[in-house]
């Protein structure tokens, strides 16, 4: 089954897919997906 949540971030409002093992897909653009793994250390 896939989930599907609407949430808001610091960077904004972000959108994002799920199933039962993990993370499944990311809607926000690519400047909020860029600040995001740069905050991850990646």
Same mark, same amino acid.
């Given at each position: 089954?896939?989930?599907?949540?609407?949430? +808001?971030?610091?960077?904004g409002?972000?959108?994002? =897919? =799920?199933? +039962? *093992?993990?993370?499944? %897909?990311? =809607?926000? %653009?690519? +400047?909020?997906?860029?600040?995001? *793994?740069?905050?991850? %250390?990646?």
């Amino acid at each position: 089954m896939q989930y599907i949540s609407h949430y +808001e971030s610091p960077l904004g409002k972000i959108l994002l =897919a =799920a199933d +039962e *093992v993990g993370l499944t %897909g990311y =809607a926000g %653009g690519i +400047e909020k997906k860029i600040r995001l *793994v740069q905050l991850e %250390g990646r």
